[in-house]
């Protein structure tokens, strides 16, 4: 396997527009079907520049830091032991949910999507070697459920959010104080995008041939 730098953005500046559009879309649809299913309500509006501005560098950071070690040490070091793909995808992403393994509030079901997530931010790893589109989905997916929508992100809480919420007592379906990760909600979304980019990687490469 021909080894690349993780972090090149040579062909690969519309990975980061793409992380955006995907987060953007996943809590678009999310926090609808939460508001539908009664699950939150949005009970305020609060708009600080300077904090979302120092939250999503502060997002940024955790972002890069945890692509790097999980995807493209963990994932990458796999792959080129010619681990199987996908093998090496559930392991890679099972230590991300170990990562987040004393988070506040973990539990089963937030334990769950921790998982499924690593696996959605590591699928365009398996195919392109390179880290940008899920630096940038980890960033806005982490940006986008705190400091915007005023969940929690794995357990941890913002000082302030442009929306504030309030979160029905069913926690399994809410996410309650862990976040939007912690919920049933969640566990769909995740698993749907998953398969769906599984396919059109594969088809992808496929065509390629």
């Excluded at 945890?66 to 230590?95: C, D, P």
């Excluded at 809410?174 to 566990?187: P, Q």
């Amino acid at each position: 396997m021909k080894r690349k730098w993780w972090l090149s953005l040579n062909g690969r500046g519309k990975d980061l527009l793409y992380g955006l559009l995907v987060a953007t879309t996943l809590y678009g649809v999310g926090l609808t079907l939460s508001l539908l299913l009664g699950a939150v309500t949005i009970v305020g509006f609060h708009f600080y520049p300077m904090q979302l501005l120092n939250d999503f560098f502060y997002c940024f950071l955790v972002a890069l830091l945890e692509e790097i070690i999980v995807r493209g040490f963990v994932l990458g070091g796999l792959l080129r032991l010619r681990m199987n793909r996908f093998l090496a995808l559930v392991l890679s992403s099972v230590l991300f949910g170990a990562m987040h393994l004393f988070n506040p509030d973990m539990a089963l079901l937030p334990m769950l999507n921790i998982v499924l997530a690593g696996m959605m931010l590591g699928v365009s790893f398996l195919y392109t070697r390179n880290l940008w589109f899920p630096i940038s989905l980890h960033l806005f997916w982490n940006w986008i459920q705190g400091p915007i929508l005023g969940y929690g992100v794995s357990g941890n809480q913002f000082t302030s959010s442009l929306l504030d919420l309030r979160l029905s007592e069913h926690t399994w379906l809410s996410g309650g104080s862990f976040g939007f990760e912690g919920s049933i909600v969640c566990t769909v979304l995740l698993s749907i995008l998953v398969g769906c980019m599984i396919c059109w990687f594969e088809r992808r490469a496929q065509t390629n041939r």
